[in-house]
């Protein structure tokens, strides 16, 4: 077992640990009830993830991770504790040793089917042939079924044995009792007076008739059977994960440092605020910082879906786990260790995958007591079988196919599994779930709120037309309009001046730059002096604005944008439009979420001339603009009074209101921490068509969920009656215990494709 690395958390953290050796639900609800038993904590163990989660009740204590680990070992599992703090990213992405159980249980499976098939097909064939049994038969089928019953079952007989040491059981009692009962029985059926049943009996008898049979072959299979679900199920559980462990991953260890003109490398973690990075080529950002220097193109697309890369330079924000595609930046640290973006990101996933839904927390109750209902049930088979005057042998076959059918791992899986794939395939198209609210919100949805600014459009505003007066060059109200506002703060300046240096290149010198009571900005150029600003500006210096100047502005102006005009040697020259331009996807974005039923609502603080063609120009039929935060979560509130369930999506501090609001909140990422907060989603790709795609995700984990939970709930409730009615050969009822448990498997595994 692994040893401890460390014995208390700092107050009010979350703890996390991984736990070996649970094969069904029942073993993840009797540690979650032991753990939860201790003073102070509240525990979580999910059997798909492998994982408790434990959180101190009282925000200001400390969680005691020895009492944890020794409580878990006292209950025969192995643990795996702590070794940093929950949001931190580990240098490689390990499996969790997963492979080396993979590996191990493909060997045993390799075996059984080798040995044991062949072993199964001549057991049978000469327990009803006795035409073909020759001296020694019985010692020869012993000496190869024993291996396969002992050696490659010997996962479940282990984990069968540690129940009983401590005073517990699990599936794998059930397993275990039935392969060493059929052994137990095979050889005393061989060695009886009078030996097998007699001949004349066909493969069919046998199966529809287990009566006097011997159970080698029962025995075998079975053995095989259950080792073929647990290594798929294994192996689906890893491959599920890959995602989530790819986004561990994907922070560097080392990161190479700027210290007094020298560059070393030193361990991530010693990497803090305000430290110099310098990266390069094929290398991943190790912390969130700013570009000092450099320009290159980022592969952010295990970050955000987004396959095409980024380009950046000077000024711009990149994350830790981007990759470096070409030249050399210098970055400076904003965030590092735990505080990064990624970080939080994969705390999300982990949260997510660790969420327990109502429909979840039934099926662990259940789990609870299902086995040692079995047990019950299986004794109480054979017994009434005997008092009916059944034979010995039919009573055997019905108790062992009681306990071989009535594994309770497909309750177990249903819910987690599907969690499981759903998050990590959101993660790899940037979507990431905060847990099982959302899935259990989303199907209900039929109204979607879209905030405007940052959402439906990109946030900036950008200079869309340009008019001059007659006689006027535009070019040169360009160079005009751009020399004066390179030296403005206001936020029209920066759209005006990006667009005259792209279309002149070098603009003139200003002289006398003075600001105008906020309507615009003034300063001599090339000799004249020009000013830039406002409608109101003009008519308060008495600039003549042209007839022609002035229709473009009023179509602008009713069309939604702002304008900015300029004038010159007492008269407007031009003018601009600038608008906040809709974003990329946007148009389809609201065409998807037509599709799947959905009504669009656009609320914003903007202008209603604004909004309303914000909307008519990506198909949105309903606006409420003028907005408050506080009247935003108003109209969300009003919505759901009048029966519609709400999805909310924002990005800035003004929308977290309305999106705790709702009744699902999604945030987009390239919004405020305020605003992530406060959602049930984070769509990390800045694009709007991920929110059709989040929805249809959610839908289909939450439709895979239930389909998975009424095969499970279906299939143990009708196979434990026709087992006890004798009516199943235990052969069958292997393969179809694991087929429930694969069948669940499958199904959340679709997810993939999603």
């Known amino acids: 077992m692994t040893g401890m690395t460390g014995t208390v958390r700092t107050p009010g953290r979350t703890v996390e640990l991984t736990i070996r050796g649970m ?3 029942a073993c993840a609800a009797r540690i979650e009830r032991r753990l939860n038993r201790l003073d102070g904590v509240s525990a979580t163990v999910n059997f798909a993830t492998e994982t408790a989660t434990v959180d101190p009740t009282d925000e200001t204590a400390s969680v005691p991770v020895d009492d944890l680990v020794a409580t878990v070992r006292q209950l025969g599992y192995e643990v795996a504790p702590p070794g940093g703090d929950t949001r931190t990213e580990s240098p490689d992405p390990p499996d969790d040793g997963r492979s080396a159980t993979i590996a191990g249980l493909r060997r045993r499976f390799v075996v059984a089917l080798l040995v044991g098939v062949p072993v199964a097909h001549v057991s049978m064939a000469l327990a009803v042939e006795p035409a073909l049994r020759f001296p020694g038969w019985q010692a020869l089928l012993l000496v190869l079924a024993l291996p396969v019953a002992l050696w490659a079952a010997w996962p479940f007989h282990r984990a069968a ?4 040491r401590h005073g517990t059981v699990s599936m794998d009692t059930l397993v275990s009792i039935s392969v060493l009962a059929a052994t137990a029985w095979s050889c005393w059926a061989l060695a009886r007076p009078g030996g097998p049943p007699p001949a004349g009996r066909g493969w069919w008898q046998t199966l529809a008739d287990p009566d006097g049979a011997v159970y080698l072959d029962v025995a075998i299979l ?3 059977f259950l080792l073929s679900g647990r290594l798929f199920e294994a192996t689906a559980r890893r491959d599920a994960g890959a995602a989530v462990r790819r986004l561990r991953g994907l922070r560097p260890g080392h990161a190479t440092l700027r210290r007094d003109g020298r560059e070393e490398s030193v361990p991530i973690d010693v990497v803090r605020v305000r430290d110099v990075l310098v990266v390069r080529p094929g290398e991943a950002l190790a912390a969130d910082g700013t570009v000092l220097e450099g320009c290159s193109s980022l592969d952010t697309s295990v970050l955000t879906g987004e396959s095409a890369p980024v380009e950046i330079g000077p ?9 470096l595609a070409g030249g050399r930046l210098v970055v400076q640290v904003t965030r590092a260790g735990r505080d990064t973006h990624l970080a939080a990101l994969t705390e999300l ?4 995958q660790l969420a327990k839904a109502a429909a979840q927390r039934l099926a662990d109750r259940v789990c609870r007591v299902f086995v040692p209902a079995v047990l019950v049930l299986a004794v109480v088979t054979v017994v009434g079988w005997l008092a009916v005057g059944g034979t010995v042998e039919h009573a055997v076959a019905a108790g062992l196919t009681v306990l071989v059918i009535a594994c309770p791992c497909a309750l177990g899986l249903a819910t987690p599994m599907a969690l499981m794939v759903a998050t990590g395939r959101g993660a790899e198209q940037g979507i990431f779930l905060k847990g099982h609210r959302a899935l259990e919100t989303a199907e209900q949805v039929d109204v979607v709120v879209l905030d405007k600014t940052g959402t439906v459009t990109d946030g900036a505003m950008v200079a869309v037309d340009a008019v001059a007066a007659p006689g006027v060059e535009i070019l040169d109200v360009v160079r005009w309009a751009g020399a004066i506002e390179t030296c403005s703060e206001h936020l029209l300046a920066a759209p005006l001046a990006a667009l005259a240096r792209a279309a002149v290149g070098e603009l003139p010198a200003v002289s006398g730059f003075r600001s105008l009571s906020g309507l615009g900005a003034g300063a001599e150029v090339e000799g004249t002096t020009v000013v830039v600003g406002s409608a109101r500006l003009m008519t308060g210096l008495d600039l003549d604005v042209g007839v022609e100047v002035a229709d473009r502005v009023a179509g602008w102006e009713a069309a939604g944008s702002t304008t900015v005009l300029v004038g010159r040697a007492g008269t407007v020259v031009g003018a601009f439009a600038l608008a906040d331009e809709v974003g990329s996807g946007a148009v389809a974005a609201v065409s998807a979420l037509h599709a799947l039923g959905l009504r669009t609502v656009l609320l914003t603080g903007d202008r209603e001339i604004v909004a309303r063609a914000v909307a008519e120009c990506v198909g949105i039929g309903e606006v ?6 506080a009247e935003k979560a108003r109209a969300i509130e009003r919505l759901r009074a009048d029966g519609a369930s709400v999805a909310m999506v924002g990005d800035g501090v003004n929308d977290a209101a309305a999106l705790s609001a709702a009744d699902l909140g999604l945030a987009m990422g390239s919004g405020t921490d305020v605003a992530a907060a406060a959602a ?11 929110v059709p795609a989040a929805i249809v995700l959610a839908r289909a984990t939450r439709r895979t969920v239930r389909r998975n939970l009424a095969w499970a709930f279906a299939y143990n409730l009708a196979a434990l009656p026709v087992a006890a009615l004798g009516l199943l050969n235990p052969l069958v009822a292997g393969a179809s215990m694991a087929l429930s448990s694969a069948f669940v498997v499958w199904s959340s595994l679709r997810l993939r494709r999603a």
């Open 315 to 323: 000024g711009d924000a990149v994350a830790a786990g981007a990759i």
């Open 222 to 224: 079975v053995t095989l």
């Open 349 to 352: 996933v982990d949260r997510a």
């Open 624 to 629: 409420i603009a003028g907005a408050t935060p």
């Open 680 to 690: 049930d989603m984070i769509l990390v790709r800045d694009r709007l068509d991920v």
């Open 23 to 25: 094969t069904c639900a």
């Open 161 to 164: 044995a540690r129940g009983v």
